[in-house]
């Protein structure tokens, strides 16, 4: 791409001429016979030996039994080299072997998969003709029907082909598809320009997102970030729309239980939406401005439904991080209570301030919640039922995300995030009100969840035990407000009924959520 100088070496940055080929230089693949090589070199050098463990997960049960993992005649630590080093293997668990792996995908295919949208996507052509996914793929199917194999029928599995009793299954496979994905993507990049990538990351996010680990969670926001990026880069296909779409769902949940903000915006989605050919930004820009019953007839899918929640759903989180510190404000006399609780119809020759600015929006995210209920609510199941009221809870009370910290169920901000560690100090000492639309919006999430009437297929909604647990705090706030403004309506005995709902999911942070509701009740005797 460049002229060589008289000397043979490269021209210094400073004396290179720019051309109109250098882009498409930069960016052309490499030549094939540059990765064989490369591969060659790992397997005749022995400092490589180890990187044979990404070719199959059979390789990772087959330990060394003669010394102990990553030690070597001296007893000290051997230390890895790139690739290998990517994989932490002196810290990498017992991965169950490749035939439990194997077993457990049909196990996914009869659970998870009926999911909203992954029911649409047809994972298994993903392999390129391949007799066998991607090992990260593996991983992250394995992972899921690990958690999901106790829903099923005794007797529908042989259960023996899935007895691993030395580890935590899910999270062991969680950590191995992890480890596994950003060493092959570091080893080569072409990886991430697969679909398999993206739907393993996204798949390894959900499980993250509904575990109970704090190691987890910080995992899983990286991996979400690069699954956001890869599926913004993915070609405009009908896979590819709903593989975006079910992204966009996992990550605005994700940024609801960690407080954060989604990879996604919903400014720069140009996808056509699930189930027909419209367009995703006009039709959520006729939800968000034009009136009701506007939308095009043939949008009535539950997917459609779902991808028009979650970018409101969206849309709050950034709304409610641009104004975090408004929200923890004392009401004003002329801003008073809430603002996203107060009605503000458009005026464009009002003057412009924060508060009004802010209330204009939350105003807007209400008249479109309002005009999906019209569109969407007569034909949609509970579970979809549930999603929306747990999106009105959260439009209505945008100080939500502070409870799950407030009862020991969060990350804690990093010290990079100052203007969030300010807020969450200073909302400890501020009551949270929770007004009448809100308690009734929790009310109602509880009331279209039932575990047990659904069955298992409208149970496993990845949304379920967030909104329960969301709304289990909301309640417990609403009556803490009434009791300190003259006595209370009600018992905290009333979240038992969250609690019942919860232990019937099998999802790991179930348990975490039920333990600190107890605490709740516990604490008011």
């Known amino acids: 791409m460049y002229d060589k100088s008289d000397n043979g070496r490269l021209p210094a940055p400073y004396e290179w001429n720019p051309t109109r080929q250098d882009a498409a230089e930069a960016n052309r693949p490499p030549d094939a016979t540059l990765l064989q090589l490369f591969k060659q070199e790992i397997a005749v050098n022995d400092e490589f030996r180890d990187c044979e463990q990404l070719v199959s997960p059979t390789l990772f049960h087959e330990r060394d039994s003669s010394s102990a993992r990553g030690q070597d005649e001296a007893g000290t630590r051997r230390q890895y080299s790139f ?8 810290h990498l668990p017992d991965i169950p072997y490749e035939a439990m792996v194997a077993n457990l995908q049909p196990v996914f295919y009869a659970t998870f998969k009926s999911h909203v949208f992954l029911e649409d996507l047809d994972i298994a052509s993903l392999s390129d003709g391949q007799d066998s996914p991607p090992p990260f793929l593996a991983f992250s199917l394995a992972c899921l029907a690990s958690v999901w194999l106790s829903t099923l ?3 529908t599995y042989e259960q023996s082909n899935y007895f691993y009793p030395t580890v935590d ?3 062991t496979l969680f950590w191995a598809g992890v480890k596994v994905w950003a060493a092959m993507i570091e080893i080569d990049n072409r990886e991430v320009r697969r679909p ?8 390894l996010a959900t499980y993250g997102m509904l575990s109970a680990d704090q190691a987890h969670w910080a995992r899983t926001t990286n991996i979400m970030a690069y699954s956001a990026t890869m599926m913004k880069q993915l070609p405009p296909t009908p896979s590819s729309r709903i593989l975006v779409s079910y992204g966009l769902l996992v990550d605005v949940l994700r940024a609801v239980v960690f407080n954060d903000v989604p990879n996604f915006s919903t400014t720069e989605l140009v996808i056509m939406m699930p189930s027909s050919a419209d367009s995703f930004p006009a039709t959520y820009k006729r939800l968000l401005q034009e009136p009701a019953g506007t939308l095009p007839a043939d949008i009535s899918s539950r997917g459609d439904a779902i991808l028009l929640l979650s970018a409101v759903l969206c849309d709050t989180l950034f709304v409610r991080r641009s104004y975090s510190t408004l929200l923890h404000q004392p009401a004003r006399g002329d801003v008073e209570g809430s603002a996203a609780q107060q009605p503000f119809p458009f005026n464009p020759y009002a003057a412009l301030s924060p508060e009004s600015e802010m209330r204009r929006q939350y105003a807007a995210l209400q008249g479109a919640l309002d005009r999906w209920s019209q569109n969407f609510g007569q034909c949609v199941e509970k579970d979809i039922l549930a999603l929306f009221y747990f999106c009105r809870l959260f439009v209505s009370c ?3 995300t502070e409870l799950p910290r407030r009862v020991g169920y969060a990350l804690e901000p990093t010290d990079g995030d100052w203007g969030v560690r300010a807020a969450a100090r200073s909302s400890d000492m501020i009551p949270i009100e929770v007004s009448e639309e809100a308690a009734s919006a929790a009310w109602s999430v509880l009331h279209y969840i039932n ?3 659904e069955g298992p297929k409208r149970s496993q909604q990845v949304w379920m035990p967030i909104a329960l647990f969301c709304s289990a705090l909301v309640i417990w706030q609403s009556l803490l407000c009434r009791s300190g ?4 309506r009600g018992t905290l005995k009333v979240l038992n009924a969250f609690i019942r709902e919860l232990e019937q999911l099998p999802w790991p942070c179930c348990g975490k959520m039920s333990r600190a509701l107890e605490r709740i009740i516990a604490d008011e005797q």
């Open 451 to 453: 575990v047990t009437a």
């Open 83 to 90: 690739p290998a080093d990517l994989l932490n293997l002196n």
């Open 169 to 171: 299954l899910p999270s």
């Open 196 to 203: 398999e990538s993206a739907i393993a990351t996204v798949l």
């Open 153 to 155: 029928t005794p007797g």
């Open 398 to 400: 945008p100080e939500l």
């Open 485 to 488: 403004s003259g006595g209370r």
